[in-house]
């Protein structure tokens, strides 16, 4: 799991992917409340460096987690 989602750990079930030029993440995230969050991020024709696209799908999931 990406440090940036390690304050979610405990809480989230997750599997990430990637090929050329694609990077993604499905899981699903226990909200505080009891409820359930599902999520899935694809990063697609990723011309740049792959740390880019993986820092930005942890920003995504921190944004869903609050």
Do not use: C, Q, W
């Not at 993604?24 to 740390?51: C, K, Q």
């Amino acid at each position: 799991m990406p440090r940036a989602l390690l304050p979610f750990a405990g809480r989230m079930r997750a599997k990430s992917g990637s090929i050329s030029g694609v990077n993604a993440l499905s899981g699903i995230i226990n909200m505080t409340d009891g409820t359930h969050r599902y999520f899935s991020i694809v990063i697609n024709h990723n011309a740049g460096d792959s740390s880019d696209a993986l820092k930005a799908i942890d920003a995504i999931v921190a944004e869903i987690a609050k």
